[in-house]
């Protein structure tokens, strides 16, 4: 959200929506009123200065409970605008640092800090990323598609890089490729945690090579940076478990809780071959629960002046859809007026004319991260602080600050707007086979992600409901998700082409189930969180502020849900020390990188003490 967002809606806001402002007024205008009379000229009396002082503190009593309780906006107001007000709308745990195991985390936090931890850090993760993951939508079955061969080699040299790993923890292959470790605990009482990461990568578009700074498998470390395909999605989070587990086996530390890893291998193609595999698993053969649940996902980064870990507590959902056209082929040379793929093309515009409104609810975590922004980041405009601790009592201060965030069109602003809505992104188009030939068949496919306050159905019904006249004026039959439209007796006609709306790929993922915040396990991970930022020996360092998020994209988690109410969407490191998601120049920052090695080490100590989660 960018502060010069707000200061252009702001400056167009009504006489109404300004009078929720009174508490930023310009200090140096000039009157827009003739100069008031002396107080002690007033009714033109005479007044001793005790009288004056008693008068005037009469009428600001007077004034102050006119606002107060005459005026709810004005009490709000005054509410908000104190300092345990704001305390209280962001809650923050102490930091959190293991007692009972301090000795040992006291050692790491010495391994840790040391330059020759950090030349051991990059060549485990470097030699990862030289194991080229790839994994393509179009991989067929594992034993049948020789492409998943690569993963055989990235295991064993798992096994080699951990010897201590694979020493004490037991590996269980499923399907071949998914990889679930267990780290047996002494205590059966306390409830085991899961730690996932995914071992496969987007894979690299051979055009762009050239375009990048170091080759894209080099996994080179250069400017203290490591570069190559995976280093921040996933193979930075995979060797940061698994070095965390071999520093802490180095250090004697043996667990009381038990600690679970659950590796994938295609999230990036829908993760049902991998992690799908991988909870059917653990639903049959492994504990009914986890005490939590912890994978790639949000980061840390700045806002107003200060550091917020944005860790996401839900999901949007998902569904692709196809849009298919087809009509009588013929000669080229007679064309209708317009092709299937003329036809196609009227469809998309039609759908992207009328995008998914965006709202911002009270209920959605993105709320709670602007709370947490106004309770926390001091550059934030004073009444831009107000209208956002006003919203969540006022409908009002509500509807200015959702003005204020969908009109942001800064990077950041956009990225906002598409968390509040169901976006839809039309990704693939094909179509005809021959110039001379009219094409017979058109079709798009269209990626859409869920609103959290929505569903696959909602979305369903809003896409038949958006082609059913749209087909209808320009006499196309629609079958829209298995179903013919509706027509009314008088809107009967032959049609000239045919419109089917069906779902691609069984890709149809309803939003995740909230994470709760206020539970034990958010304070442990929220005060390792703290801890570990605050006391960083090799990266960033002081206070970071904790909040709630929701992530666009859909993780492996989806396929944990009925694992454990508390799964939490968080990778240890700034967005600052990443590069080039899913693109070129895919890099990692090896302090950062150090620095989420001692935030699993430091997860798994704090949590192996806890006895209330």
Known sequence: MSIESYHKVAATMSDEEKSLLFWEQPRDSPPSQPKPPRFTDLYGLRMSKAAQAASLMMCLLATSCFFLYCIPEYKLAWQVATPSYRESVCMQEEPLRPIINRQVAARLSH???????????????????????????????????????????????????????HKNLTLTRVNTHGLLYRWEGSDNSLMPILFMNHQDVVPVEPATFSQWKQPPFSGLLKDGWIWGRGSCDDKDGLIGNLAAVETLLEADFKPRRTVFFAFGFDEEA?????????????????????????????????????????????????????????????????????????????????????????????????????????????????????????????????????????????????????????????????????????PEEAYALVNHRISTDSSVGALKAAITSLFTSFTADRKLSLNAFGKDADRSPDSIFSPIANVTISEAYESALEPAPVTPTNTEAWRLLSGTIRSVYHDSTTGEKGVVVVTPMTLGGNTDTRFYWDLSPNIFR????????????????????????????????????????ATNI
């Open 270 to 438: 829908k993760g049902r071959q991998g992690a799908g595999q991988l909870a059917s698993y653990l639903k049959q053969n492994g504990p009914k629960e986890f005490a939590f649940i912890i994978d790639e996902g949000g980061a840390y980064g700045e806002a107003g002046g200060q550091m917020f870990a944005m860790v996401a507590v839900a999901e949007k959902g998902s569904l692709d859809v196809e849009i298919k056209v087809t009509a009588p082929g013929g000669h080229s040379s007679v064309p209708p007026k317009h092709t299937t793929i003329g036809l196609l093309s009227q469809l998309i515009d039609h759908l992207e004319s009328n995008p998914h409104p965006a709202r911002l609810t009270r209920s959605s975590s993105i709320f709670d991260l602007f709370q947490c922004f106004a309770a926390h980041a001091p550059d934030l405009p004073e009444s831009f602080r107000q209208i956002i601790l006003q919203a969540s009592k006022s409908d009002k201060a509500l509807k200015m600050l959702e003005k204020i965030v969908l009109s942001d069109e800064t990077e950041k602003g956009r990225q906002i707007r598409a968390i509040l809505s169901t976006t839809q992104a039309v990704d693939i188009v094909a179509g005809g086979i021959k110039i001379n030939a009219l």
């Open 570 to 609: 968080y990778t240890h490191i700034g967005i600052h020390q990443e590069n080039g998601f899913h693109t070129v120049n895919e890099a990692v920052n090896l302090d950062g990188f150090v620095d989420l090695i001692k935030f699993y080490a430091t997860l798994i100590l704090n949590a192996d003490e």
């Open 111 to 165: 391994v840790y800090g040391d330059k020759d931890f950090s030349a051991r850090a990059a060549a485990w993760l470097g030699d990862a990323i030289r194991i080229p993951t790839e994994v393509f939508d179009e991989n067929g079955p594992v034993g049948e598609d020789p492409r998943w061969m690569m993963f055989s080699q990235f295991r064993e040299y798992l096994q080699e890089a951990f010897p201590l790993v």
